[in-house]
């Protein structure tokens, strides 16, 4: 708050420090204490400025636009459409969750990266040696950097899974799993890109 924005703001803290000053033996202190004071207050008011959103995303007002590349399927087993919904999925994550401006390349934010896992495997193996689960799990290596702070650069792997009755046959299940592994994968590199706890 300014004397801009409250024109009476001053006058009263100067009214309060003339009272202190008549009714406080030791005032003086209080002479160089209090601009002290109101400096400490306006540099940390105007130095550190960041953007937060309900998503708990801390952007620095520098930051503007974002560029996501296609995130191309390099796993074993490929599923046709599993790049289209994973680029699309993040995205649409990062458009709706932040006042970012997806652009197609050169984002102040940059993420590029692959699916380097798709794969099915037993679980919970019973008496007879039959599995009464399987696990769905998709793993994503996505490459981050910050052109305004590359300190925030970073290149990890990703991995999320999802369990499903063996009875059941993958087709019949495999686009609700994605989409649930997908969501929790999108989540997960959005917190670590833009969600600095």
């Given amino acids: 708050m300014t004397s801009k924005n409250n024109p009476y703001l001053w006058e009263s803290i100067e009214l309060v420090l003339i009272r202190k000053k008549h009714h406080c033996p030791g005032f003086s202190a209080l002479k160089w204490i209090t601009p002290l004071l109101i400096v ?42 599993l790049s289209r919904t994973f680029t699309d999925a993040l995205r649409n994550y990062f458009t709706s969750q932040t006042n970012l401006v997806l652009v197609d390349r050169g984002g102040d934010l940059n993420l590029e990266g692959s699916i380097n896992q798709y794969a099915v495997v037993p679980v919970a193996i019973q008496g007879n040696e039959t599995a009464a689960l399987n696990r ?23 991995s999320r899974y999802r369990d499903y009755s063996s009875s059941f046959n993958l087709s019949s299940v495999q686009e609700g799993l994605i989409k649930e592994i997908t969501d929790d994968l999108v989540q997960d590199i959005f917190n670590k890109a833009v969600v600095n706890w």
């Fill in 136 to 158: 769905l799990t998709i793993s994503v290596n996505v490459k981050f950097s910050n052109k305004t702070d590359t300190k925030q650069n970073w290149d990890v792997t990703f």
């Fill in 40 to 81: 400490l207050m306006f540099v940390a008011v105007s130095s550190c400025r960041m953007s937060y959103s309900f998503t708990g995303a801390s952007i620095s007002p520098n930051v503007k636009t974002v560029s996501i590349g296609y995130i191309p399927n390099n796993a074993g087993l490929v599923v046709p459409t």
